[in-house]
């Protein structure tokens, strides 16, 4: 069984990893725009529903994420150089790109008139790739089951304070408004970025400490 202290590192650092990825103080705006015009009750069952997804979109990724690797050939390190890039690219258009652009109200009344809880909400809102990668890069991190069971409560910690966040998502838009809410999107662009360069250092790191590459090395050399 895993040491205590690694249990609660990995429920820790899946939450750290996660929640700027899935940012939901920046998808308030979104979620509030594609539920125009839904009851209180009903929106509130779409929110929950969208996050049961994402939980079962992240847990099947992390559970059979191992088997995909597998299945293609695809390295630890490799993984995390793929995916440490897909995070920085889209920490980097957080933090230089433009804000969001808005949503018409024409659009928010046809999106209203259909279940958005999986799509957008749940996938790419909530479980989108960025957050499908990190959570696949954890599986480095996994050697027993218990180490598994960290992770997925870290994800599904995550997902009470998606819900919590934006089920109080009218108060908090109203309170930071509009230039606060880009501030905040840039501050979370800036974090991803950082997170996908260590996971591309980190990749990098195992590849050049890797056994068979360092005696291809030593073998050029000599």
């Known amino acids: 069984m895993s040491h205590p202290g690694h249990f609660w590192e990995l429920i820790l650092g899946t939450v750290i990893a996660l929640l700027p ?9 979104t979620f509030l725009a594609i539920t125009e015009g ?9 929110l929950r529903w969208a996050c049961i997804y994402m939980v079962a979109i992240l847990v099947v990724f992390l559970v059979g994420g ?29 933090l230089m790109g433009p804000p969001r652009a808005a949503i018409t109200p024409d659009e928010a009344a046809a999106r209203a008139k259909r279940d958005v809880s999986f799509s ?13 990668a990190v959570t696949i890069g954890f599986t480095s991190l996994a050697t027993r089951w218990f180490d598994y069971v960290a992770i ?41 970025l950082c997170i996908g360069i ?18 291809a090395i030593r073998d050029a050399v000599q």
């Open 21 to 29: 990825m899935i940012n939901p103080l920046a998808s308030a705006p």
């Open 38 to 46: 839904d009851s209180h009750a009903r929106r509130m069952e779409q």
């Open 66 to 94: 191992t088997f995909i690797m597998k299945f293609f050939g695809i390295s630890i390190p490799g993984l995390r150089i793929a995916g440490g890039l897909l995070v920085a690219g889209i920490g980097f258009g957080m």
């Open 120 to 132: 957008p909400l749940a996938m790419p809102m909530l479980s989108g790739p960025g957050s499908i």
């Open 152 to 192: 997925i409560l870290g994800i599904l910690a995550v997902a009470a304070i998606s819900y919590w966040t934006l089920a109080l998502s009218e108060r908090v838009v109203r309170v930071i408004g509009a230039n606060g809410m880009n501030a905040l999107s840039k501050i979370m662009g800036f974090l991803i």
């Open 198 to 215: 260590q996971f591309v250092v980190n990749g990098v790191l195992g590849v050049v400490t890797d056994p068979a590459f360092v005696r």
